[in-house]
T-cell receptor, first 117, second 113 residues
Framework: AQTVTQSQPEMSVQEAETVTLSCTYD???????LFWYKQPPSRQMILVIR??????QNATENRFSVNFQKAAKSFSLKISDSQLGDAAMYFC??????????????FGKGTHLIIQP | SQTIHQWPATLVQPVGSPLSLECTVE??????LYWYRQAAGRGLQLLFY??????ISSEVPQNLSASRPQDRQFILSSKKLLLSDSGFYLC????????????FGPGTRLTVT
């Protein structure tokens, strides 16, 4: 079974600085997808960034970027120029490739990100 | 655009009472739908998924059940709630089979007393 591990229960960063959230996963699959979701106090789950395992290039979305190391099964999220609105729980998630699209997501336990003004 | 509605937003129920949580979606047809539970201080756990009307797959054995009576309706039920059923329940859909990510509804907070 796939597992996703987020080893940092909580991280704190000064506003405008850069922070990196760690995620490792365990799978025997070669094709899969990795995601970072953000959950603000409203508890709405919001997709931050997505990475396909077959792509070597790291995904980037504005201030958010990932460092995907397939051999090491590592998928970290870097947030540049941190803003107060970035404060939230961040979840790393995995989904095996499935032609039928039936597979659900496997989530880590989350990292609580605090932004210090 | 796709929209997910969940009802109710908040629910407090006594142990042993029945449960029915509803998820309805708009802006898509024949979606893959999912129920997740988020216990306090934990990540999300997949409970059920459905690829079509009447088709339900269970990921975790428990006293919960799910049904999909219509294409865009997904219901989570229980005949008798346990204290351990407390949590935040999220409905999700597969945004697009080409995109692979899931889009989540606003959730239902369930407290079993």
């Amino acid at each position: 079974a796939q597992t996703v591990t987020q080893s940092q229960p909580e991280m704190s960063v000064q506003e405008a600085e850069t922070v990196t959230l760690s995620c490792t996963y365990d799978t025997s699959e070669s094709d899969y997808y990795l995601f970072w979701y953000k959950q603000p106090p409203s508890r709405q789950m919001i997709l931050v960034i997505r990475q396909e395992a077959y792509k070597q290039q790291n995904a980037t979305e504005n201030r958010f970027s990932v460092n995907f190391q397939k051999a090491a099964k590592s998928f970290s999220l870097k947030i540049s120029d941190s803003q107060l609105g970035d404060a939230a729980m961040y979840f790393c998630a995995y989904r095996a490739y499935s032609g039928g699209g039936a597979d659900g997501l496997t989530f880590g336990k989350g990292t609580h990100l605090i932004i210090q003004p | 655009s796709q929209t997910i509605h969940q009802w109710p937003a908040t629910l407090v129920q006594p142990v042993g009472s029945p449960l029915s949580l509803e998820c309805t979606v708009e802006g898509t047809s024949n979606p893959n739908l999912y129920w997740y539970r988020q216990a306090a201080g934990r990540g999300l756990q997949l409970l059920f998924y459905s690829v079509g009307i009447g088709q339900i797959s269970s990921e975790v054995p428990q006293n919960l059940s799910a049904s999909r009576p219509q294409d865009r309706q997904f219901i989570l039920s229980s005949k008798k709630l346990l204290l351990s059923d407390s949590g935040f329940y999220l409905c999700a859909l597969l945004r697009d089979r080409g995109f692979h990510e899931q889009y989540f509804g606003p959730g239902t907070r369930l407290t079993v007393t």
